[in-house]
Each structure stands twice: as C-alpha cells, then as structure tokens.
Nanobody, 124 residues
Framework: QVQLVESGGGSVQAGGSLTLSCAGS????????LAWFRRAPGKEREAVAT????????IYADSVKGRFTISRDYPNNMLYLQMNSLKPEDTAMYYC?????????????????WGQGTQVTVSS
C-alpha cells in the first residue's frame, strides 16, 4: 500500500516562494506517475504538475508554468514542488498523488494514492 505524507506548506506574501515535500513509501516498482494537485476553497481539485518516477518528463498546468517546478528523488522516494512568484490565487490545499502507470497525465483518475494535504496561503 502506497502512503504519501506532504509537508512544507505555510503562509507567504505574494511574490514569495515555498517548497512542498512529499515522502512516499510502499512502492512496489518504479512505474508510477507522481503528481501535485490542489483544491482552493469553493473550487474543484486542479492538477498542478506531474513527473514519472523513472524519468524526467514533466507536465504542468498552464496556470503554474514558469513558476513551479516538480522534481523527485527516486532512491529516497521523495517528491518536491518548488513554487516561485506565488500569487494569491495559488492559495489552496496541496496534495501529493501517485498512480501505478506506464505514462503520466494530468487526469486525477490516473492516481489511486493520495496524501492528506498541506495548506498554502498566499497573501496580497
């Protein structure tokens, strides 16, 4: 059973930066798509970025391209989201997700494992 635990959320002013971390365990092989999602109050869950465990290909939502960077430390089962130039509209609960797959995309149906979330609040 894959387990995911996020950390690194907090409050920051607009223009600032934060780095989220996700510690994973229980992976049975190297074929997983890893992702960050977010859900803002009153809005639907939104995919932010994905990366494959055994490759460097990344996919980003248009809303974060050029500002956020997803990365992973495969041997240590860690996933990261570096967030720069944060905006108030980035305020949300951020979730780490994993799905056993041979490919990655931004569709939540691909992901069967989810963390509990970490809150990011950006003030103007």
């Amino acid at each position: 059973q894959v387990q995911l635990v996020e950390s690194g959320g907090g409050s920051v002013q607009a223009g600032g930066s934060l780095t989220l971390s996700c510690a994973g365990s229980g992976y049975t092989n190297s074929n997983y798509c890893l992702a960050w999602f977010r859900r803002a109050p009153g809005k639907e869950r939104e995919a932010v970025a994905t990366i494959y465990t055994s490759g460097d290909t990344t996919i980003y939502a248009d809303s974060v391209k050029g500002r956020f960077t997803i990365s992973r430390d495969y041997p240590n089962n860690m996933l990261y989201l570096q967030m720069n130039s944060l905006k108030p509209e980035d305020t949300a609960m951020y979730y780490c997700a994993a799905g056993g797959s041979d490919y990655c995309n931004l569709h939540s149906s691909l992901f069967g494992y989810w963390g509990q979330g970490t809150q990011v609040t950006v003030s103007s």
